[in-house]
């Protein structure tokens, strides 16, 4: 895959959230900036234009198809699956799904100075450092 995914959000003093108090916000957020949402619809597949900067010029949905401004972004919001639908653009995004399992530990001041931003352990134990907290994060059942 040639081409990356262009942004991301990190929040350094983020801690954890509940996700779908979380998606309605951003929602609500979205529609009070004059955006699309499409609720309780299911993605079933796109058109794109081709070449080095492929556009989606329509969306193929459970209520039928959507015509996509060319002016407008499209923000894909798949969860687990956004990769692979990304993949058919051409795109690549490094995102592991995980089983969920997590702890959060809080961190003195000593601890903090030492605790890198993220580790993994033989690809099933990851870290991450949440602002004074330490997250530590296992793939697969205990």
Known sequence: YQRRVRRALLMPNASRGLVAQTADAVIRRLESQGMC???????????????????????????GQVAVPTDANVVLCAGAWTPLLLRRLGFYCSMYPMKGYTVSVPLSECDAARVSSSTVVDGHFFTSRYGQQLRCTAVGEF
């Open 37 to 63: 949402v499409l609720r309780d619809t299911e993605l079933l597949d796109w058109h794109a234009t081709g070449g080095p900067d492929p556009r989606v010029s329509a969306l193929v949905t459970s209520r």
